[in-house]
């Protein structure tokens, strides 16, 4: 996959986030926050690295929002250029993989996405 860097990231212009000081909660933690810090700094120009140095709170959903909105903001190449990930763990990994693509696949052609919801849903899902 080319989304991501898991290792050796961009040093120049770079600005590191570490996940678990960015989504401190005492409630639970909040993808959105994540997000907010790394939103502005690739629309500066930045590189992002963000540290996931014991991060246990890894799902998709969470990473959905975290990293896969920015898909829906910035062009595909502008993140792959300035989004990179230190200290991830398989899952970590694997989320923001699953994630990234995912996104990147519904973004191509939602309408074809949300139609096979429905069809699976029986017009369930508006």
Not at 39 to 44: D, G, N, S
Not at 48 to 77: C, K, R, W
Not at 93 to 98: R, Y
Not at 100 to 124: C, S
């Amino acid at each position: 996959m080319n989304i991501t860097t898991f290792s050796e990231p961009k040093t120049d212009n770079a600005v590191t986030i570490v996940a678990m000081e960015a989504i401190d909660d005492d409630l639970y933690p909040d993808p959105e926050k994540l997000y907010e810090q790394i939103f502005p700094l690739i629309k500066e120009g930045k590189n992002v690295i963000v540290d996931f140095q014991n991060f246990e709170e890894s799902t998709p959903a969470f990473m959905s929002v975290a990293i896969g909105t920015l898909y829906e903001h910035f062009p595909e190449e502008q993140i792959e250029q300035s989004l990179s990930f230190i200290n991830t763990d398989e899952d970590v990994a694997f989320d923001i993989e699953d994630v990234v693509e995912g996104t990147k696949e519904y973004l191509k052609d939602p309408e074809r996405h949300e139609n096979a919801v429905r069809e699976v849903m029986g017009g369930a899902y508006e």
